[in-house]
């Protein structure tokens, strides 16, 4: 797990008041009531990756709301945004302060090794957009080619959330896109058939495995056929046929949750899929046997080097984890806390009832109630 997440702190974002070194499995499953925080936990992730590539203002001006709205309950309670990312030895750690015109800028910004010994590298203060960026290509120590920002920019840089919810009509993914944009799945699979088009040329294993969970899930389904639209070859649609048929379909034929499927299937069995994935609902729309699937290939996915980071309000999802996958969240006085269950705390319960009975029963916290404390067995 060298380029995945060991831990994390973040302190003074949005309803996170205070979390300091929380530990990162490769499977973490977020539930909770709606306003817990579990989308502000979601959103932590999507800023750092505008951060680190120097996005960190435009990021803060068209979706954050501003310096103001990213500071938890505003710039008069708190009077700074700090968080570390830990891989490994390897470790990012930033401050960031509110400036009278709304925006953030960095008080602090480091670099840090944690081995035999600590080494932490200042990579400055007063700056508007971080400079790890230009870090990065810089040589390390003792002959080392790269040095921690090297290997810090590339674990984060490559992290996607995934967020699949737009299958309406008008959705991108149902409309004709450039065949040449198939680098990456992107976070809303806009490019879903230029990347499928690509892996069944490139990879056909991985392509064969995305198309047989499918005929799992969608038993109607047979595969896809991808080609270069004739008329204008640099674009492509989705097609697909149908068992015992010829007839080419298209994408707008296809159902919002079987389209939604597919986009989670090809986004977990990709060719060389980031690191660190997360999903935001990915429950939404899906069958409850198309959710066993997918819990299945949530749980197949971080057999290897993969860490995978779930946002869920799906009960039938939440019985396809272990208790130690699930992180609850909460909130209490105001703030959000996050508390990852024990198997040895649930042993009795989970002699009789299941997890999701447990979690709509409020044992295991994550339920609509303010300042709610978890039930002990």
Not at 144 to 163: L, M, R, T
Not at 224 to 246: V, Y
Not at 300 to 321: C, M
Not at 329 to 342: A, D, I, M, P, W
């Amino acid at each position: 797990m060298a380029d995945t997440i060991r831990k994390l702190t973040i302190v003074g974002f949005k309803s996170i008041r205070e979390l300091v070194d929380f530990p990162l499995s490769k499977l973490n499953v977020l539930i909770g009531a709606n306003g817990a925080g579990k989308s502000n936990f979601v959103s932590f992730f999507k800023l750092l990756r505008e951060m680190i590539e120097q996005r960190l203002q435009l990021a803060l001006a068209t979706s954050e709301g501003g310096a103001d709205a990213c500071l938890h309950l505003g710039p008069k309670i708190t009077g700074e945004f700090r968080a570390e990312v830990r891989f490994g030895p390897n470790a990012y750690a930033f401050t960031l302060v509110p400036t009278p015109d709304n925006r953030l800028v960095f008080s602090d910004e480091t670099s840090t090794f944690y081995g035999h010994f600590t080494f932490r590298n200042p990579l400055g203060s007063g700056h508007v957009e971080a400079k790890l960026k230009d870090w990065k290509d810089e040589p390390g120590t003792r002959g080392a080619q790269y040095g921690v920002e090297h290997y810090v920019f590339e674990a984060i840089s490559n992290w996607v959330v995934y967020h699949f919810h737009d299958t309406s009509l008008l959705a991108s993914v149902r409309r004709t896109q450039p065949i040449n944009d198939n680098t990456v799945l992107r976070q809303n699979a806009e490019n879903l058939a230029a990347f499928l088009y690509r892996i069944q040329q490139t990879h056909p294993r991985h392509y064969s495995q995305v198309r047989d969970v499918v005929r799992l899930a969608a038993p109607f389904f047979d595969d896809f056929h991808l080609r270069p639209l004739p008329a204008t070859p640099d674009l492509i649609q989705l097609e697909w046929r149908q068992r015992d048929s010829d007839y080419l379909f298209r994408a707008h034929q296809l159902s919002d949750g079987t389209l939604r499927f597919i986009c989670m299937a090809t986004a977990l069995l990709q060719p060389n899929r980031p690191a660190t994935v997360l999903f935001d609902e990915p429950e939404l729309g899906l069958h409850p046997y198309a959710l066993t699937l997918l819990g299945n290939l949530f749980k197949q996915a971080v057999k290897g080097a993969g860490q995978l980071i779930i946002s869920t309000q799906s009960a039938p999802l939440l019985n396809e984890f272990a208790p130690e996958d699930i992180i609850v969240v909460e909130r209490s006085n105001g703030s959000s806390t996050f508390r990852r269950l024990e198997s040895a705390l649930l042993s009795e319960w989970l002699e009789d009832y299941t997890l999701a009975e447990l979690w709509q029963k409020n044992v295991l916290g994550g339920r609509p109630h303010e300042d709610h404390l978890a039930k002990q067995p």
